[in-house]
């Protein structure tokens, strides 16, 4: 797996309002420079497309506060966040820091009425990073599983949404899963995250008690 190593330092100014401070390091993925990212820093909310040389170092302003948040997104790597404290100098270490290739996971999944699922047709779907997935009953009942998907560090996560809820059934097939799908109302909390694991499989409920459905990941790379 590549992964992006990145110097970051905050220098140069005393920790006053409206005193500003120089943030700089490089980017780097295996031992080669990178020469695009993008970078937001809060408290000042705002987002900046950072320029880099050919050697990956970069260079931005901000104004002095005592905490910042970093986020930096480069393409093909997930994103990551980082807090850190100036020091009594104006300066904050980020130290090295990896960011994981991002990833793909296949997947198949079923949707119908509930009482339908094993003979439901099977769709072949590919989730990824910041995208959606919106997956229609092959019939029509109108049943809908809707989901968005991220990835924090190396874990690909579907992020519930719209009232789905997933519950795991284990590295099954998915027509093992759509034998054991529970009975009655699945019991999940809206504000968790289901991480996506090659074989794992889960039922869902797309928020219509007439509807179900069984989501199978086939891949994960």
Known sequence: ???????????????????????????????????????????????????????????????????????????????????????????GDLGAVKLDSLKRARASVV??????LSGAKVQRIELRHGACANVRAQDDSGCLLAFCVNQEGPTLQIARYSGVQLRPLGKVSIADAVAQLPKGTFVTGDEQTISLEEGAAFSAEPGDPYCGAVLRVDAVK
């Open 1 to 91: 797996m590549k992964t992006l190593l990145l110097c970051l330092l905050f220098a140069a100014a005393p920790n006053e309002p409206g005193v500003l401070v120089t943030l700089k390091g490089s980017l780097s993925s295996d031992g080669k420079p990178v020469t695009a990212a993008r970078f937001y820093l809060a408290p000042q909310e705002s987002h900046t497309a950072i320029e880099l040389d050919k050697a990956g170092r970069f260079e931005v302003k901000a104004l002095a506060s005592r905490e910042y948040t970093v986020n930096i997104d480069a393409e093909g790597y997930a994103p990551i966040r980082r807090t850190v404290e100036l020091d009594e100098k104006g300066v």
């Open 111 to 116: 949707v119908a009425p509930r009482g339908a």
